[in-house]
């Protein structure tokens, strides 16, 4: 089993779409969760962390953690065909210990059409 | 501010061919990583360097995959021989070295194709 589960996709969706992405996890060790985003031959950008569980919010970007249930949530409001690209999941152990080690989801590749 | 920089963007070789990849961080940044994202997954850490230093290698395969940092800027990594498996984008990335997490800025990577 993985340590970070994500759905692949292909995932389509009309402009102005609410977009619903999602990660599951194994490793209740894990404190620290991030949402990257990868345009096609490009590296990664970090969109957004969170600490443990909640929600926070950065424009149309909302992210959840839900450890209990070992579960993260990333939702894009008014999605727009700039956003298509890869959206990577990633998790980071506690700090104590470690070396900040990024653990990435296989990522899910969203297309948003106008 | 210039990102990381990687070259060459990409590279075809065949299998049992060694080849190199090189990275340039981001100026100020003590902390340098090598991924490899084979094509459909997210990226893997093969190597953190903290300024001279490897702070993690455990899924570095050390009987082909070789590193190094010299001077604590510019970065190698080597494959020798190249296996068909390896064919991957190389990612370097960088970051600070106070505050946790720290946030790990990504160059545009090394698409490395092995026939």
């Known amino acids: 089993q993985k340590e970070v589960e994500q759905d692949p996709g292909p995932l389509s969706v009309p402009e102005g779409a609410i977009v619903s992405l999602n990660c599951t996890y194994s490793?209740?060790?894990?404190?620290?969760f991030m949402w990257y985003r990868q345009y096609s031959r490009k590296g990664p950008e970090l969109l957004m962390y969170?600490?443990?569980?909640g929600n926070k919010e950065d424009g149309r970007f909302t992210a959840q953690v839900d450890k209990s249930s070992k579960y993260i949530s990333l939702f894009i409001r008014d999605s727009q065909p700039s956003d298509s690209a890869t959206y990577l999941c990633?998790?980071?152990?506690?700090?104590?210990?470690?070396?900040?080690?990024?653990?990435f989801g296989q990522g899910t590749t969203l297309q948003v059409k106008p | 501010e210039a990102g990381v920089a990687q070259s060459p963007r990409y590279k075809i070789i065949e299998k049992r061919q060694s080849v190199a990849f090189w990275c340039n961080p981001i100026?100020?940044?003590?902390?340098l990583y090598w991924y490899q994202q084979i094509l459909g997954q997210g990226p893997k850490l093969l190597i953190q360097?903290?300024?001279?230093?490897?702070?993690?290698d455990s899924q570095l395969p050390k009987d082909r995959f070789s590193a190094e940092r010299l001077k604590g800027v510019d970065s190698t990594l080597k494959i020798q021989p190249a296996k068909l498996e390896d064919s991957a984008v190389y990612l370097c990335?960088?970051?600070?070295?106070?505050?946790?997490?720290?946030?790990?800025?990504f160059g545009p990577g090394t698409r490395l194709t092995v026939t």
């Open positions: 990335a960088s970051s600070l070295v106070t505050g946790y997490p720290r946030e790990q800025y």
């Open positions: 490793n209740s060790a894990f404190q620290y």
């Open positions: 969170t600490y443990s569980s």
């Open positions: 990633a998790m980071i152990l506690s700090r104590s210990g470690n070396t900040g080690k990024l653990i």
């Open positions: 100026s100020g940044h003590a902390t």
């Open positions: 360097f903290q300024n001279n230093g490897v702070v993690d």
